[in-house]
């Protein structure tokens, strides 16, 4: 699958190229962001940034709650069965229940919200999180595992290329669909 490069960074460039002695402009360094703002994503399994008016189908579930794929829910400004508008109560974490007290319909694509969602501006957790990750991929050099500058040997095991911070771990964890707020 091709990387989003549309897709908004979840951490600011600038900072990142601070840390690490480069410029926000860097490509190696915009990588090492994109890669680790598109593995936040999957890992929390939603966008995290803001998106305005987005048309989401989902599945019914016959039951009176229905969990929406999407998180921090700003807005629903639109919810359809069968092409009929059906008035709803709704919370920030995604659930959406019928305001007439009726079940969803229990079918596969049998509902189409509107929704606005996600962050603006990025929480700091998630933006140190992902900025962590993303330093970790711009300073290991791919498919070395050791190199040697005279008398000192750098090693790097495997948790240096593919592991997470705690940091890391707890965002995902906080921010993740049905996870803890």
């Known amino acids: 699958m091709a990387e989003d490069t549309t897709a908004p960074l979840l951490a600011p460039a600038d900072d990142l190229a601070t840390k690490v002695g480069t410029t926000a402009t860097d490509a190696r360094l915009l990588v090492a962001l994109r890669a680790a703002s598109a593995r936040f994503r999957g890992a929390?399994?939603?966008?995290?940034?803001?998106?305005?008016?987005?048309?989401?189908?989902?599945?019914?579930?016959?039951?009176?709650?229905?969990a929406l794929p999407i998180r921090d829910i700003v807005d629903i400004s639109a919810v359809e069965v069968d092409g009929v508008a059906v008035p709803v109560e709704w919370d920030e974490y995604g659930l959406l229940n019928r305001a007439d007290g009726r079940l969803w319909p229990r079918r596969r694509r049998?509902?189409?919200?509107?929704?606005?969602?996600?962050?603006?501006?990025?929480?700091?957790?998630?933006?140190?999180?992902?900025?962590?990750?993303?330093?970790?991929?711009?300073?290991?050099?791919r498919g070395l595992s050791s190199k040697q500058v005279g008398g000192i040997t750098l090693t790097y095991g495997q948790s240096e290329?593919?592991?997470?911070?705690?940091?890391?771990?707890?965002?995902?964890?906080?921010y993740r669909i049905g996870g803890r707020t």
Request: glycine letters at 8%.
């Open 110 to 141: 049998a509902v189409v919200i509107t929704a606005t969602y996600g962050f603006d501006p990025i929480p700091d957790d998630i933006a140190e999180a992902v900025q962590d990750q993303a330093e970790v991929g711009y300073n290991i050099l």
């Open 44 to 66: 929390v399994r939603w966008q995290v940034h803001r998106v305005t008016d987005e048309r989401l189908v989902v599945n019914g579930t016959g039951t009176r709650d229905l």
């Open 161 to 174: 290329a593919v592991g997470v911070s705690q940091a890391w771990s707890d965002a995902v964890d906080r």
